[in-house]
């Protein structure tokens, strides 16, 4: 019987949750879901000049928006809780001198300023940089000699040539790398003592029993030479599954550099997209359920999810595909929720002023308008005014004709027939005023609406009457007849 599947992610707190990362962590997720197995969330952290606490928390608060929660890690504990690499130092050591007692590694004596000169040398040659392995068989002389002068080693991880690493990958099929290509014998622990990627991240997997390894295939160079520290451990090696990068429209890879906060997580969290929208997308990027289906929940998605139908081809992030699917939650989650979440967008005015109740109509009155939630103070700040502005362009445009003046006269003088809080008898008052003044279209609708809200566009007029209610309908009514007089 196979073991109980065991995926994970691990991100380095070098900068914020990238969308790259945020699929991957979807990914693994779903799969763990699915199969009813365990999600590890641990830090890889060995990067000890960049790391930093704020981006830990800043990937923990994404992962947690996106509904992404784990099994073991942050927050859950276990046995390798927070799972930072840091913490396990003297570990990653220990497994090295494992690795050399059997022949695998060995101590490497270079100065970085040699290193550099053979990375120099190598510039005008035809073969890619790579480590020429030249302290793999010292000498016990030459071995004394590095060590009187003080120098302080760093291990290598011995790769073989020549020498083919293949594997199945769950989602890009039969893979084969030429272990010439891999930059001849690899640090694996540097002379500060301090493990790199590649040998801390197999100790990891070996440690926490991951099964399954899912992440993207800009990894799959590092795949090869981690099988063969696999090997050289003598662990089974894990499943590994490489999805395709993600692109923006013109086939570049999402990068800070180019694309600035718009491929962090957090600038959607803050704008205003809702995690339903961001999980949605981000898994429909290279994977199609199996009926077309576009809209999902999560939990839909953990019941479907498989890796052999992710694409191999590369995904492409459109922010306007993205707005679509945004758009449909803010209108299709529900009303309560989505007022929730709208409040801190309206800081800015006094919500107060309104019932729990008359704030979901107002948000509601809304929402089909709406992209992200960040656009909601803009379209709802008239509902809040003590006094609207009105610029001499609207007063042109919807208030100077005779007829707006009837408008909002007739509508003031029949204020006690609107049944507020129903918005379609509200409108249905005003289609009946209409017809007894002959008039509708723009020269019905407009002076209201540019009474009430100072926009001609917006939510149903029906509903900002509703809403608004009896005295501020009269107050602002009152406030134009004088502006217009």
């Given at each position: 019987?196979?073991?109980?599947?065991?995926?994970?992610?691990?991100?380095?707190?070098t900068?914020?949750?990238?969308l790259?990362?945020?699929?991957?962590?979807?990914?693994?997720?779903?799969?763990?879901?699915?199969n009813?197995?365990?999600?590890?969330?641990?830090?890889?952290?060995?990067?000890?000049?960049?790391?930093?606490?704020?981006?830990?928390?800043?990937?923990?608060?994404?992962?947690?928006?996106l509904?992404?929660?784990w099994?073991?890690?942050?927050?859950i504990?276990?046995?390798?809780?927070?799972?930072k690499?840091?913490?396990?130092?003297?570990?990653?050591?220990?497994?090295?001198?494992k690795?050399?007692?059997?022949?695998?590694?060995?101590?490497?004596?270079?100065t970085?300023?040699?290193?550099?000169?053979?990375?120099?040398?190598?510039?005008?040659?035809d073969?890619?940089?790579?480590?020429?392995n030249?302290?793999?068989?010292?000498s016990?002389?030459?071995?004394e000699?590095?060590?009187?002068?003080?120098?302080?080693?760093?291990?290598?991880?011995?790769?073989?040539?020549?020498?083919v690493?293949?594997?199945?990958?769950?989602?890009?099929?039969?893979?084969?790398?030429?272990?010439?290509?891999?930059?001849?014998d690899?640090?694996i622990?540097?002379?500060?003592?301090?493990?790199?990627?590649?040998f801390?991240?197999?100790?990891d997997?070996?440690?926490?029993?991951?099964?399954?390894?899912?992440?993207g295939e800009?990894?799959?160079?590092n795949?090869?030479?981690?099988?063969?520290l696999y090997?050289?451990?003598?662990?089974?090696?894990?499943e590994f599954?490489?999805?395709?990068?993600?692109?923006?429209?013109?086939?570049?890879?999402?990068?800070?550099?180019?694309?600035?906060?718009?491929?962090?997580?957090?600038?959607?969290?803050?704008?205003?997209?809702?995690?339903?929208a961001?999980?949605?997308y981000?898994?429909?990027?290279?994977w199609?359920?199996?009926?077309?289906k576009?809209?999902?929940?999560?939990?839909?998605?953990?019941?479907?999810?498989?890796?052999?139908?992710?694409?191999?081809?590369?995904?492409?992030?459109?922010?306007?595909?993205?707005?679509w699917y945004?758009?449909?939650?803010?209108?299709?989650?529900?009303?309560?929720?989505?007022?929730?979440?709208?409040?801190?967008?309206?800081?800015?005015?006094?919500?107060?002023t309104?019932?729990?109740?008359?704030?979901e109509?107002?948000?509601?009155?809304?929402?089909?308008?709406?992209?992200?939630?960040?656009?909601?103070?803009?379209?709802?700040?008239?509902?809040?005014?003590?006094?609207?502005?009105?610029?001499?362009?609207?007063?042109?445009?919807?208030?100077?004709?005779?007829?707006?003046?009837?408008?909002?006269?007739?509508?003031?003088?029949h204020?006690?027939d609107?049944?507020?809080?129903?918005?379609?008898?509200?409108?249905?008052?005003v289609?009946?005023?209409?017809?007894?003044?002959?008039?509708?279209?723009?020269?019905?609708?407009?002076?209201?609406?540019?009474?009430?809200?100072?926009?001609?566009q917006?939510?149903?007029?029906?509903?900002?009457?509703?809403?608004?209610?009896?005295?501020?309908?009269?107050?602002?009514?009152?406030?134009?007849?004088?502006?217009?007089?």
């Open positions: 019987m196979p073991p109980a599947v065991r995926v994970r992610i691990a991100p380095s707190p900068g914020h949750l990238h790259g990362t945020a699929r991957t962590a979807l990914y693994n997720y779903l799969y763990a879901r699915r009813k197995g365990t999600f590890v969330f641990r830090l890889e952290d060995t990067d000890e000049v960049r790391s930093q606490e704020n981006y830990t928390q800043d990937i923990i608060d994404g992962l947690k928006w509904g992404l929660n099994d073991e890690g942050p927050d504990g276990g046995p390798f809780a927070p799972y690499q840091t913490q396990k130092i003297d570990h990653y050591t220990e497994v090295a001198n690795l050399i007692n059997r022949g695998h590694a060995y101590f490497s004596y270079e970085p300023e040699e290193l550099a000169a053979m990375k120099e040398a190598q510039k005008d040659t073969i890619a940089h790579r480590y020429d030249s302290h793999r068989n010292l016990k002389d030459q071995v000699k590095y060590v009187a002068e003080g120098r302080i080693p760093s291990i290598r991880f011995k790769i073989e040539e020549p020498r690493i293949s594997w199945h990958d769950n989602i890009k099929g039969e893979i084969a790398i030429e272990a010439s290509v891999l930059g001849g690899m640090v622990v540097k002379s500060n003592g301090v493990a790199i990627y590649n801390a991240v197999v100790v997997d070996i440690d926490m029993k991951m099964t399954h390894v899912i992440r800009d990894h799959i160079m795949t090869a030479k981690q099988i063969l090997e050289a451990l003598n662990h089974q090696v894990p599954a490489h999805a395709p990068l993600i692109f923006d429209l013109d086939r570049a890879k999402l990068s800070k550099r180019k694309h600035g906060e718009a491929v962090h997580i957090n600038k959607y969290r803050v704008d205003g997209y809702m995690p339903e961001m999980v949605n981000l898994a429909a990027m290279s199609t359920l199996p009926d077309g576009e809209f999902f929940s999560l939990p839909e998605a953990c019941e479907m999810f498989d890796l052999y139908k992710i694409s191999k081809s590369p995904a492409v992030f459109d922010v306007q595909k993205l707005n945004n758009a449909h939650y803010i209108r299709s989650l529900p009303i309560e929720l989505i007022t929730e979440r709208a409040k801190p967008y309206l800081t800015l005015v006094e919500t107060q309104y019932s729990s109740s008359e704030l109509q107002i948000v509601g009155s809304v929402r089909d308008g709406l992209t992200m939630l960040s656009e909601i103070m803009g379209a709802t700040e008239f509902y809040f005014a003590k006094k609207l502005q009105i610029t001499d362009e609207l007063k042109e445009k919807a208030l100077s004709k005779d007829s707006a003046k009837k408008v909002l006269e007739a509508t003031l003088k204020l006690g609107f049944p507020f809080g129903d918005h379609a008898g509200c409108k249905a008052v289609d009946k005023l209409g017809v007894e003044l002959g008039l509708k279209g723009k020269d019905l609708y407009w002076p209201l609406r540019a009474a009430l809200s100072g926009k001609v917006g939510p149903d007029l029906g509903a900002i009457i509703s809403i608004l209610g009896p005295e501020r309908v009269k107050s602002r009514l009152e406030d134009i007849l004088c502006l217009c007089a």
